[in-house]
C-alpha cells in the first residue's frame, strides 16, 4: 500500500507534468472503484492549477474559470488505495490493464488511473470546502509540518495506556505515520513501541516528534517505496528502501548494537525492535 511517502513522491510528479494542463475530456470506464466514482463534466476545459497532499489524498485544485462563465473552481480528491497508480502518457497510448479511468488534456497528454485491486477512490468538491469533507475533518497535522510538535504529541500522550506506536498511527494524532515509518521512527527516538504513550517524558517524545519528520523526509527524498509494485507517475518502479533499522529485520543485527531485533505482534500488525536499544 502506498504509504504517505510514496503519495507525495507521485504528487512531485505529476505536478511537474500536469499544472497547466486543459482538460479535453475525462472517460471513467467504469461507474465505481471502492466507492461510486463522481461526475467528472464540471472539469471540462478546466486547467489544473495545483496539485497538493494531504496525508495520503491527492488533491489537483481546477481553476474556476472557463470559456462557459464562472464556476466555483473544483478539487479533484484522490486516494490510491492499495493499488492505485497515475500515468501520463501520450493520448495515443492504448489502455493499459486494469485503466479505469483517463483524462485527456489540451497538449496532446492523459492521465491515466489504473488500479488492479480497485480499493482507490476518488470526489470532487469545492476548492474553498474541502477540509469540512469527512474524510479530511477529523485528520490530525501533517507530519512534516511545523503544527506537528511535541506539544501537540505531549497532549495526545498525556494520561494514555495505549502503547505510543499504536497512538503514532492514529491518523487523529499525526497523519501519515505507517507501519513501517513508525517502527522506525521508535527506533531513533530508542523507544520500545509497547511503552504507555503517557509515560513517556517530553524530552523522549521530542525526539520521536524529529525521528519521525526525519524518518519521512529520508523516505521521500528516496524516491519513497514500501511496495514491491510501486511505479512512480513515470511509469518507472520506485525505489524500494532496502536501508531499514529494524523493519523486516527479525533475528538480524541490530545497526546499533550486538542484540538481534525481535518482532512482537501489537493491534494485529508486526512490531520489530531491538531489545537493547529501544526501552
Ligand atoms: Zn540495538
Not at 476518488?122 to 512534516?144: S, V
Amino acid at each position: 500500500m502506498p504509504e504517505l511517502p510514496e503519495v507525495e513522491v507521485v504528487r512531485t510528479g505529476l505536478a511537474s507534468l500536469l499544472l497547466g494542463r486543459k482538460v479535453q475530456s475525462v472517460t471513467a470506464f467504469r461507474a465505481d472503484l471502492r466507492y461510486p466514482l463522481p461526475d467528472f463534466s464540471p472539469l471540462f476545459e478546466q486547467k489544473i492549477h495545483a496539485i497538493r497532499r494531504r496525508s495520503k489524498y491527492l488533491l489537483f485544485d481546477f481553476t474556476g474559470d472557463t470559456e462557459r462563465g464562472e464556476f466555483e473552481a473544483q478539487t479533484l480528491v484522490w486516494h490510491l488505495g492499495m493499488t492505485g497508480q497515475f500515468h501520463v502518457l501520450p493520448k495515443a497510448t492504448s489502455a493499459g490493464a486494469h485503466e479505469h479511468v483517463r483524462f485527456d488534456f489540451d497538449d496532446g497528454s492523459s492521465l491515466r488511473y489504473r488500479d488492479a485491486r480497485r480499493f482507490g477512490y476518488a470526489g470532487l468538491m469545492a476548492t474553498n470546502d474541502w477540509e469540512k469533507h469527512a474524510w479530511f475533518k477529523r485528520l490530525g497535522p501533517e507530519p512534516l509540518f511545523d503544527e506537528f510538535d511535541v506539544a501537540c504529541l505531549l497532549a495526545h500522550c498525556h494520561g494514555r495506556k495505549a502503547p505510543i506506536k499504536t497512538l503514532i498511527m492514529d491518523a487523529h494524532v499525526v497523519v501519515g505515520v505507517g507501519n513501517i515509518y513508525a517502527a522506525e521512527s521508535l527506533f531513533l527516538a530508542g523507544i520500545h513501541p509497547a511503552r504507555a504513550a503517557g509515560r513517556i517524558s517530553k524530552q523522549r517524545l521530542q525526539a520521536l516528534v524529529d525521528a519521525i519528520k526525519v524518518t519521512l523526509a529520508a523516505a521521500i527524498q528516496a524516491g519513497g517505496s514500501s511496495i514491491s509494485d510501486f511505479v512512480q507517475v513515470d511509469g518507472k518502479p520506485g525505489y524500494f528502501a532496502h536501508n531499514f533499522h529494524v523493519y523486516g529485520r527479525e533475528g538480524e543485527d541490530c545497526t546499533h548494537c550486538d542484540a538481534k531485533i525481535r518482532r512482537i505482534i501489537q493491534a494485529g500488525r508486526s512490531s520489530f525492535y531491538c531489545p537493547m536499544c529501544q526501552h
